[in-house]
């Protein structure tokens, strides 16, 4: 299961782009996983975005909801992705199919452990460095403590928060397996060219390690 190019999207920073055109665009660029993240939208109108994402991403990339458990299970998504301040991974797990994958975001070792023996699917260290991109994401961690929770757990761990072309190949180094973005897809001119962008330097890096 590939986490390498994990896009988020985000009506606010997509250039007037909706969260379906957002996500058609970076599956076509080679996006490996699609995470629907709207913490304003209206429960119906979610429900219909995550419908049409759903079916976009089938058989081409993961589809994740962000906090919605119940938009998640309604439209068929693979998973949900949970905070420390939404509804703990032991509780979604009891609540899903089994083949229901569940991404829990951490910022220590602790937090990681706990997450992985809740039942998490993958973690992601949020954020890897400060970003402007998610209001509510606070300091970044660094890439110390992104090393530290790679090599505490056995699931994959992605990275998210302030992550570019630039910084990738260092990231990657550290040991992480995905590399999350909202604002270095979701706000560029041309989301599936800088998506298939992003992933070759993520191959690249990850060839390299």
Same mark, same amino acid.
């Given at each position: 299961m590939?986490?390498d !190019?994990?896009?988020? #999207?985000d @009506?606010?920073? %997509?250039?007037?782009?909706t969260?379906? /055109? *957002? &996500?058609?665009?970076a599956?076509?660029g080679?996006?490996?996983?699609i995470? !629907?993240?709207d913490? #304003?939208? @209206?429960?119906? %109108?979610?429900?219909?975005?995550?419908l /049409? *994402? &759903?079916?976009?991403?089938k058989?081409?990339?993961?589809f994740?909801?962000n906090?919605?458990?119940?938009?998640?299970?309604?439209?068929?998504a693979?998973?949900?992705?949970?905070g420390?301040?939404?509804l703990?991974?032991?509780?979604v797990?009891?609540?899903?199919p089994?083949?229901?994958?569940?991404?829990?975001?951490v910022?220590?070792?602790?937090?990681?452990?706990k997450a992985?023996r809740?039942?998490?699917d993958?973690?992601?260290?949020?954020?890897?460095?400060?970003?402007?991109?998610?209001?509510?994401?606070?300091?970044?961690h660094?890439?110390?403590?992104?090393?530290?929770?790679?090599d505490a757990?056995?699931v994959?761990?992605?990275?998210i928060?302030?992550?570019?072309?630039?910084n990738?190949p260092e990231?990657?180094?550290?040991?992480i397996?995905?590399?999350?973005?909202?604002s270095?897809?979701?706000?560029?001119e041309?989301i599936s060219?800088?998506?298939?962008?992003?992933?070759?330097?993520?191959?690249e890096?990850?060839?390299?390690v």
């Amino acid at each position: 299961m590939r986490y390498d !190019l994990y896009v988020v #999207t985000d @009506e606010g920073l %997509s250039r007037g782009k909706t969260h379906v /055109e *957002i &996500a058609r665009e970076a599956v076509a660029g080679g996006a490996d996983v699609i995470q !629907l993240r709207d913490k #304003t939208m @209206e429960s119906a %109108s979610l429900y219909a975005a995550a419908l /049409e *994402i &759903a079916e976009i991403c089938k058989g081409k990339a993961l589809f994740f909801v962000n906090d919605r458990l119940d938009i998640a299970l309604a439209a068929g998504a693979d998973g949900v992705h949970v905070g420390q301040s939404d509804l703990p991974a032991d509780v979604v797990r009891k609540l899903v199919p089994k083949d229901f994958l569940i991404g829990v975001s951490v910022g220590s070792v602790e937090e990681a452990e706990k997450a992985v023996r809740d039942g998490a699917d993958y973690v992601a260290v949020s954020p890897v460095f400060s970003t402007a991109s998610k209001s509510d994401a606070g300091v970044g961690h660094g890439l110390d403590t992104a090393r530290a929770i790679c090599d505490a757990v056995s699931v994959p761990v992605v990275g998210i928060g302030g992550l570019n072309k630039e910084n990738i190949p260092e990231v990657i180094k550290a040991g992480i397996d995905g590399i999350a973005v909202i604002s270095a897809v979701v706000s560029q001119e041309d989301i599936s060219a800088s998506a298939a962008e992003l992933s070759a330097i993520i191959a690249e890096a990850k060839r390299s390690v």
